[in-house]
Structures are given as structure tokens and as C-alpha cells.
């Protein structure tokens, strides 16, 4: 994820990381060299002159803009959503954490460390779920020699580990180390871990309908390659210049639109999990007062 603040209008201008105009720059290529060719023959394809009147594409631009729109909203819509599930796991991972550390009075300290540790490698496991990594060099240092080869074969890590930590609570509760009240209040913070969890898997396995990313992405490549037609006998020479700028709109946005619809990746725009998983991490050990070491602040302003 890019976090910086806005700089001067004229520095936004040439920003390149966190811009998506990387991606699209053989797209715009192509449109621009195809609007020159047009340009060149004035809109003939062989001998036949291509008549389009441009009132059209205001018409087509209108009605293409408010699918975007509603496409854009939608995607933006997951994102958020992805970014409030994490957010509610960082509140809920100090609560659980804070109760097991003043609610249980029977382990010893150690004990508890370990739990608190096993709630860290909840996170990172549901992190690694998501963008379909094992993660399994950083559990190891989370879980135990037996628990990590309990994990070995399983495809819902998360849920393992969150059974592992419910049955160490029965197991508190069954030598009396915590009453009935406070049981049921642990369970009701596991079972918000396991809201969240299934909520990122449904964002996860539910991308936006193909037919609209299809729909989209179809009509803003046959508007921008049919808009040259259009624009050449009006604009001559500035024609491909303005199709480049209308082009770079749309096909930049349609861009946007398919990389915040899918949250939970690696791009410059995703969240930025590992960085919230870090966060969790330093909180509830610091609450557990089990030894760390600062993480290191990023160099640039890409945090993954």
C-alpha cells in the first residue's frame, strides 16, 4: 500500500509509484499509434471515409463513466470492507490478549506467552491464507515443534490455530483456573476471530461478477479505439493527443477498478498486511512482555 500525503499539483503530475500508469503504458501506446495512423489517412480505412458523428460519444462516454462508476464504488466497497475486518483484528487480538493476561490466573506467566504468540500466528496465517503463501519459516518461530506439524497438511491454518488457543481455554476452565462467565466471554472474542477470518475469505472467494469486469473492459477499448474516428475531422492534429488523455482516463480507471477489487494482494494498492500483522504483533507482545526487536520503519512510502 502507498501511504503519503499529496504533494504540489505539480509533483502529482510525474508521481510514479502508486500510479497505475506503468501497467497501461502498451495500451496507450497502441491507441496513441492507431489515432496517428487515422490521423495520417484521415480517417479512411482503404478508400472508405469512416463517418462518426461525435455527439455519440458524448452519449457512449456519459453511460460508460456511470458504469464505472457503479464498478469503481464496488470495488472500493471491498477494499474497505477488507480494510475494517483487519482493523477489527487488531482491537480484538489486545482484547483477547489482555484477558487471557488478566482473567487466567493458574498458568504461569511463560504459558500464557505462548498463547499470546499463538494468537500472533493466527494473523500471519490468515495473511499468508489470503495472498496463498505457507509462511511457514515465520510460524516456526510462533509455534511449537508439535503444533507446526499439526498444521502440516491442513488448508484453513487459522482455524487450527484458533482451535489450538479454544482447547488451551477448555483446558483452563476444566482445572478451574477460569469460571463459566469469563469462559463464555473468551469464546465470544475466538468467534469474532473467526468472523473476521470468514470475512476476508469472502471477499476472497467472491471477486466482482466476470461479466461486468468483461462488460467494462470490452467497451472502454472499443470506445477508446472507435473515439479517433470521431474526433479527426474536428480536432486534426490535436486528435491524438485528446484521445490519449481520454484514454489514459478510462483504461487507468479500469485498472484501478480490478486492483483495489482484490484486496488482499501484493500490489501497490492492496492492503498492506504484513505491515498491519507487525503492528498486531508489537502490540500484543509488548502487552505479554515477551522480548522484540523494533521493526525497522520502511525507506520509501510503499508498505506491504
Not at 506439524?149 to 476452565?173: M, R, S, T, V, Y
Not at 483495489?260 to 492492496?270: H, K, S, V
Request: with cysteine; charged share 20%.
Amino acid at each position: 500500500m502507498i501511504v503519503r500525503q499529496r504533494t504540489n499539483w505539480l509533483k502529482m503530475l510525474f508521481i510514479w509509484r502508486g500510479s497505475v500508469l506503468k501497467k497501461i503504458i502498451p495500451q496507450l501506446f497502441t491507441i496513441t499509434l492507431f489515432s496517428l495512423a487515422i490521423y495520417f489517412f484521415k480517417g479512411r480505412i482503404f478508400d472508405y471515409k469512416v463517418h462518426l458523428n461525435p455527439t455519440i460519444f458524448t452519449l457512449l462516454g456519459l453511460a460508460l463513466a456511470i458504469f464505472m462508476g457503479f464498478c469503481n464504488t464496488a470495488s472500493y466497497d471491498r477494499f474497505w470492507e477488507g480494510r475494517k475486518l483487519w482493523g477489527l483484528l487488531v482491537i480484538e487480538t489486545r482484547s483477547l490478549t489482555r484477558q487471557i493476561l488478566s482473567l487466567i490466573d493458574g498458568p504461569q506467566h511463560e504459558e500464557k506467552q505462548k498463547i499470546v504468540k499463538m494468537i500472533s500466528a493466527f494473523c500471519w496465517s490468515l495473511n499468508y491464507q489470503l495472498r496463498n503463501k505457507s509462511g511457514t519459516e515465520h510460524l516456526s518461530s510462533l509455534l511449537s515443534s508439535d503444533q507446526i506439524d499439526q498444521l502440516k497438511g491442513k488448508k484453513f491454518i487459522p482455524n487450527i490455530i484458533l482451535g489450538c488457543i479454544a482447547e488451551w481455554i477448555k483446558d483452563q476452565n476444566r482445572k478451574g483456573n477460569i469460571d463459566t462467565i469469563v469462559l463464555m466471554q473468551l469464546d465470544h472474542q475466538l468467534n469474532q476471530f473467526s468472523n473476521i477470518s470468514g470475512g476476508c475469505e469472502r471477499i476472497y472467494n467472491t471477486p466482482l461478477p466476470f461479466a461486468y469486469s468483461v462488460l467494462l473492459h470490452r467497451t472502454v477499448y472499443l470506445y477508446c479505439f472507435w473515439l479517433p474516428f470521431g474526433l479527426v475531422d474536428s480536432l486534426d492534429w490535436m486528435m491524438p493527443l485528446i484521445v490519449l488523455l481520454i484514454s489514459y482516463t478510462f483504461i487507468a480507471l479500469d485498472a484501478i477498478i480490478q486492483e483495489i477489487g482484490e484486496p488482499f494482494g501484493e500490489e501497490e494498492n492492496d492492503l498492506a498486511l504484513n505491515s498491519i500483522c507487525r503492528t498486531i504483533e508489537f502490540s500484543i507482545f509488548e502487552q505479554a512482555e515477551i522480548p522484540q526487536v523494533e521493526a525497522e520503519k520502511p525507506d520509501s512510502y510503499f508498505i506491504d
